[in-house]
């Protein structure tokens, strides 16, 4: 293995591994902050990374700001909507929970493709995968143990994972095509959406954080910092060096990293529902995520699925 490749790989098990994390740390701010604040912080500690990067990069350019219509619609579906609803749902739930419900990302990204782009072929195996991932959601949530899930806490990571995932869908669409460095777009959306959390966010209360170190380390550092601001420059190396669909996988590693981080320091249960439901729901995007290499029957005959492009600009959890 060639030393590009093998950072490549460091970065990759890195990613995943950081982003499991992410649910731990917003669980250790819940006693403190408002998930509003929280995900006030996780977006200006996140900045400063990404502003390097991108500076290093040179990516901004005067002429990216005819486009700062389209960055708006991206700070709200990749960042602001998107962290704030999965803070509000860890909040509500344990982080194994909460972390397992992420992996739901790649079913609502392949719905808002095949909705919005209408380039994804929708066969059985991939409604097959949908039906599986719905089943591991149900799990998951377990209605039919009444109170022993908040109800509401599984909607909020869904409203998550379906913002992050209309946001794949329209990068595609209306920003891939505008030839814009990720680092760039990046950039300009958590700009907007942190200007934006910034008039709206009631702050009375923010400081409360400061008085546990480490929950304040975890939200600064941890979330933000290393969590988002980091995280993207890994995503980066990874899409550079193994590809847009090896990327794409390591949405598999944060629901089983979230579990064991929070049975093991936060003394969360583990009940084999959970385990069986993080089974059905990354089995499921597996089935999504599996490249198509046939063809789907429309009125005048089979037609090959293109390939992909690579257009993500955003950090997952």
């Known amino acids: 293995m060639t030393p590009a490749r093998t950072t490549a790989v460091a970065a990759y098990a890195t990613l995943g591994t950081v982003w499991g994390f992410n649910f731990v740390f917003m669980h250790m701010a819940s006693p403190y902050i408002s998930a509003e604040q929280t995900t ?33 619609v991206m700070s709200v579906l990749a960042t602001g909507l998107y962290y704030y609803a999965y803070a509000a749902g ?19 990204a392949f719905l808002a493709a095949v909705v919005a782009l ?52 329209y990068a595609r669409r209306f920003i891939s095509p505008l030839g814009i460095p990720a680092a760039a777009s990046a950039t300009y959306q958590m700009v907007l959406a942190g200007a934006s959390l910034t008039v709206v966010t009631d702050l009375d209360g923010i400081t409360a954080i400061m008085d546990d170190p480490l929950a304040l380390a975890g939200v600064a550092l941890g979330l933000g910092a290393i969590g988002t601001g ?29 579990v064991i981080i929070g049975a093991t320091f936060l003394r969360e249960p583990v009940l084999p529902t959970t385990i ?42």
């Open 118 to 169: 209408r380039t994804e072929p929708f066969t059985v195996r991939k409604a097959a995968g949908l039906a599986i991932g719905a089943l591991g959601v149900v799990v998951l949530a377990r209605p039919w143990a009444a109170g022993a899930v908040d109800t509401t806490g599984v909607l909020y990571m869904l409203l998550g994972s379906a913002s992050l995932g209309a946001s794949f869908a």
């Open 230 to 258: 980091l995280a993207f420059i890994l995503y980066y190396i990874t899409i550079a060096r193994l590809g847009a669909l090896t990327a794409s996988t390591a949405t598999y590693i944060p629901p089983v990293v979230a």
């Open 90 to 108: 860890t909040y509500r739930l344990d982080s194994g929970i909460a972390g397992a419900l992420s992996g739901s990302i790649p079913l609502f």
């Open 40 to 72: 006030l912080l996780r977006i200006a500690f996140g900045l400063v990374p990404v502003v390097v990067f991108a500076l290093v990069k040179r990516a901004f350019a005067w002429r990216h700001l005819r486009h700062t219509h389209h960055f708006v």
């Open 276 to 317: 069986l439901a993080i089974v059905l729901i990354l089995a499921a995007a597996g089935v999504i995520q599996m490249p198509f290499s046939g063809g789907r029957l429309r009125p005048g005959g089979y037609v090959r699925k293109r390939e992909p492009r690579t257009c993500s600009t955003n950090t997952e959890a």
